[in-house]
C-alpha cells in the first residue's frame, strides 16, 4: 500500500483516559471534543452521561447512580492527526470493561484531582496501563481550587505509582490565586484569567518574563521561578524514550472545567503520544503498516439503541486497512465473514465507515458471531492475538428463570450478555446450576435490570457471596472432590474451576490435594 496509507496510520493517536471517578475524565473529554471540532456545544458528553439516554431503562441506572457504566469511542481530527479516544467506565464495578478497553489503545491520559490526589481506581488502571507499558500522561486537573502542593502531587506519582515524572508545565499559585502556568516545553507563561492575546506571556533564555509585567509583583512567580529551579536541578531529565516505554510520565497541569491548559495539553500531547504500535500474535509482531487487514473484538454491546436492539463488536484495528464490504476470516470459527455492516464512531452520531486503518476503531453489527477476544484477519496465516486479561470474579449468584415459561429468553439473554463480557457464566458440575461471577455486585444489578428489559427473562438470584475463584491446570479432576466449601464449577469454555469459601478453604484443599495444580488467571498480569 501505498504512502497514503502510511501517512493514515502514522496520524494515528488512540488512547483512553484514565481516572478515580469525580475526577474530570467526562469533562476532560469534552473539552478535547470543543478542541477537536468534533462537538459544537459543551454539555454534551454531559449529558449523554446523565440525560440524553432518559428512554433507555438500562441507562436510567447510570443516571441514578450518577455513573459511566458504558465505554464508547469517539473520534476526531486535529492538525494532521486523527484522534481516538475509548471512554471507560469510572465505576470500579465495571473495571474489566475497562481493561479490555486498555488493550485497544496505545497510550492512555490519566486524570488526577489536584486536591485528592492519587486515588484506589487510579492506581488499578495505572498498573494495567504498566503491565502493557504503554505510555502514559499525567493530567492534574481542578488547578483552579485549593489542591495539595504540586511538589508534593509529584511525590505521590513517584512513591504511590512508582513511575518518573516530568512536569511539562507547573502552576503559579492555585484555587483562588491560581495565575496560570508555567510552561516549560514551550518556555512561555500561560495565564488564567485575562484577555485571550494577552493569554501566553514568552519568556527569554533564563526562563524569565523580560522587562516589566503585573504578574511579576506578585510573590507567587518568584516561587514559582524557585520552583522550576529545584526541578531543573533535582527533578528528572526528560527522554523521549523512556515515555514511549511508559517509565516516564510527562505530566501537565490544569483546569478541565474552565478548559484552560487543555488545548495545550492536547498539542503537546499529541507530539509524543505514540502512533500505533506492532502488536502480539500467536505468529509473532504484526506491523501496523504491513498491507493485510487484522483487527481483535475487544468489546461487544448489546442493544446500544433500545429502538434497533442492535448488537455492536468493537474492532481495534492492528494492521492493513478496513473497507467496507471486504472479507475476513475468523480463525476461532474457522469461517468466512463479509463486513458490510459497520460503523464509526463521532460523539455526536454514528456514521456508516466506509474506510478505516490501522488504529482505529470500527463497530461491526453483530448477530451473535463474534466473541471477546477474537481475531479477524486477511491474512493466509490464520493467527490471532494475544488473549484479552481474565478477570477472576469475587461475587457469585445462583440464577434461574423466574418463570420457567421463558426458559428460551433467559438462555438467549445469558448467551449473549456474557459473550458481551457483562459477566461470567459458571456452570456446577453436578446440577448443572448457573452460577454468574462478577467482580463488582452492580455487574448483577445491571444484568438483573438488562434481563428484564431486553429480554423479557426476569430472573430469582441467589446470593453465594465472595468466594477465591482458582482455575485448574488439568482436564481431568476428580468431581467428588467437590463440595460446599470448595464447590466445582465449570466456565463458558469448559475449564474446571473451584470456588472456595475462602483463604482457609483454599490453603486445606491445597494442603490435602497437592496433585491438583491451581492458578489465578489474574497473576499473569498483576
Ligand atoms: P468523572 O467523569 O471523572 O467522574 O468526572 P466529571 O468530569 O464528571 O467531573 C466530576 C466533578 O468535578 C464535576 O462536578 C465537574 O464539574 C468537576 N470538575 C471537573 N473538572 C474540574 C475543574 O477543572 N475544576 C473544578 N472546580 N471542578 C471540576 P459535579 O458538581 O459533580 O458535577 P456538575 O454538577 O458540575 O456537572
Redo the contacts with the bound molecule.
Sequence with gaps: MGNDFKKKVLSRRTFAII????????????KLLLFGGAIRDAGTV?AK??GKFATSDWMEIEKQR???VTSSVMQFEYHDFQVNILDTP?HQDFSEDTYRTLMAVDSAVM?I?SAKGIEDQTIKLFKVCRMRGIPIFTFI?????QGKPPLELLAELEEVLGIESYPMNWPIGMGKEFLGIYDRYYNRIEQFRGKEEERFIPLNDDGEVEGEHSLKTSGLYEQTLEEIMLLNEAGNEFSREKVAEGKLTPVFF?????A?GVQTFLETYLQFAPSPKARNSSIGEIDPLSEEFSGFVFKIQANMNPAHRDRIAFVRICSGKFERGMMVSLPRLEKQIKLSQSTSFMAEERNTVDEAVSGDIIGLYDTGTYQIGDTLTTGKNNFHFEKLPQFTPELFVRVSAKNVMKQKSFYKGIQQLVQEGAIQLYKTVKTEDYLLGAVGQLQFEVFEHRMKNEYNAEVLMERLGSKIARWIEADEVDENLSSSRSLLVKDRFDHYVFLFENDFALRWFQDKNPNVKLYNPMDQHD
Design positions: 481516572s478515580h471517578p469525580d475526577a474530570g475524565k467526562t469533562t476532560l473529554t469534552e454531559k452521561k446523565t450518577g455513573i459511566s469510572g486524570i484531582d486537573n481542578k488547578l483552579d481550587r490544569g483546569s478541565a472545567l474552565t484552560f
